[in-house]
């Protein structure tokens, strides 16, 4: 069976998609992401998703030829597609900011290219949530605050990928970020909550971290039931 992507406004085969050579997410990393799964065929989340997906590409000044209905469009033909409408799947979400023009900066009439994967969801092994994981520290050290871009998913994700690079090697499924002065931030992959006592800690989103969405689920369902957060 076929596996189909969504990409320049149609459905293709996985296989036959083409991405330009000159496309600025190929060359530069020059594009935003987002990551969701479904349970079922219900996208988990996905307005919040959108969100946060759509103020990044107005801060980092994308062009904007499309809205949010139209992603929810693409996204359920490419479920419906791929057969997925009853079962839990992985999606992604891509966004270029398009061909290069010979400029770096933001300027100069960009129509970005939006790319819609879909899939089968792979589980995590039931060991890991009997068990817990193994996590090691990043040797790569954040500046704890000041930095514009932490707070968008960009897709030059090099950095994250270092990291979990660094936790394979070390025989482990995560790696954690750490400011210079040896503050937690965030995983590689995952936001970080700790418990002492009766409070459920997180670090704030003042510092360089990714506003996750499975991060204001848990905050959330933690104050509805009298958990305090800080």
Known sequence: MFKYVFISGKLVIESKAKIPVRDRGFLYGDGLFETLRSYGGY?????????????????????????????KDALRKTIDKNNLGKRDAYIKIIVTRGIHSG????????????????????????VDYTEGINITTSSIRRPQVGSPLYCHKLLNYFENIFAKNEAHYNRSQEAVFLTRDHLVLEGATSNIFFVKGNIVYTPPLTQNILPGITREVVIKICRENGIKVK
């Open 43 to 71: 996208i988990f989340m996905l307005d919040a998703h959108l969100e946060r997906l759509f103020f990044s590409l107005k801060v980092l000044k994308y062009n904007l030829p499309f809205d949010k209905e139209y992603i």
């Open 103 to 126: 400029e770096l900066h933001f300027g100069g009439g960009y129509k970005p290219n939006l790319v819609i994967i879909a899939d089968s969801l792979t589980h995590y092994p039931e």
